[in-house]
């Protein structure tokens, strides 16, 4: 398992952003931990998608409410697996406000 996503932050509210991207060889990436962490002081909301490129893209997590000075494990995204070349997409209701943390693997 390694780190694949260290404190990404959005930087425009409403607005799903790139913070990891599968490799395009192999089987993809499988997520073994999720983090959400808000330290700001409000209180804001996420969601989060795989983006594979084909498919519509759907939230696997939609608007999760992350109350300030607490965390969220993501436990919906947590065992999912990025298909090659596909990405993960974070949206958040508040810049600079939850920090994401995720931990994977890639499949060979």
């Known amino acids: ?19 990891f991207s599968s490799d395009a060889t192999g089987d993809g990436t499988r997520i073994d931990s999720f983090t959400a962490s808000n330290t700001s002081g409000v209180n804001a909301s996420y969601s989060v998608y795989i983006d594979d490129g084909i498919n519509p893209v759907q ?4 608007d999760k ?18 298909p ?8 958040s209701t508040a810049i600079n406000s939850i920090y994401f943390t995720i931990a ?3 499949l060979t």
């Open 84 to 91: 090659p070349s596909a990405t993960i997409k974070i949206e």
């Open 59 to 62: 939230a696997i997590i939609k």
């Open 1 to 19: 398992m390694s780190r694949l996503v260290n404190n990404f932050v959005n930087s425009i509210a409403d607005t799903a952003q790139t913070a």
């Open 65 to 82: 409410i992350v109350v300030w000075s607490t965390n969220d494990l993501g436990i919906g995204i947590v065992n999912q697996t990025v």
């Open 104 to 106: 994977g693997q890639s």
